[in-house]
């Protein structure tokens, strides 16, 4: 599986497949509760730095982890989303920045058109 797919997984039982391994942890994408636990099993057997910052843009939850020179950046709609994410694309052992806007160049551009659209800082 490539970044791209893991990035473009909608929250939901197919996300929620790549990181559970047989347990019964509900909804990690979905679920706070149940991403937050799926962080902290991470952290025991991997180690490293995880970080889940809110910012204001179209993917508002930025989520992160580090471990020497592995590193993952994500950024998604929701922090359960993110951290589900950060979690498969280590698993994957993928690593690097996973902005949408970055791997998907035209999804920014639509963004802007939006907030053109819809605001009048551009005018």
Request: with cysteine; hydrophobic share 40%.
């Amino acid at each position: 599986m490539t970044a791209e797919e893991i990035i473009l997984m909608e929250p939901g039982e197919q996300l929620d497949r790549l990181v559970i391994k047989g347990e019964t942890w509900g909804s990690p994408s979905t679920d706070m509760n149940d991403a937050w636990d799926l962080r902290e099993t991470f952290i025991e057997e991997n180690g490293g730095d995880f970080q889940l910052i809110r910012f204001c843009d179209d993917f508002p939850e930025h989520c992160s982890w580090s471990y020497g020179d592995r590193k993952i950046l994500v950024w998604a709609k929701t922090g359960p989303e993110a951290i589900t994410k950060v979690v498969a694309l280590a698993e994957h052992e993928l690593y690097g920045d996973f902005h949408p806007w970055v791997l998907f160049p035209e999804m920014q551009k639509q963004f802007i058109e939006n907030l053109k659209r819809n605001t009048t800082l551009f005018k």
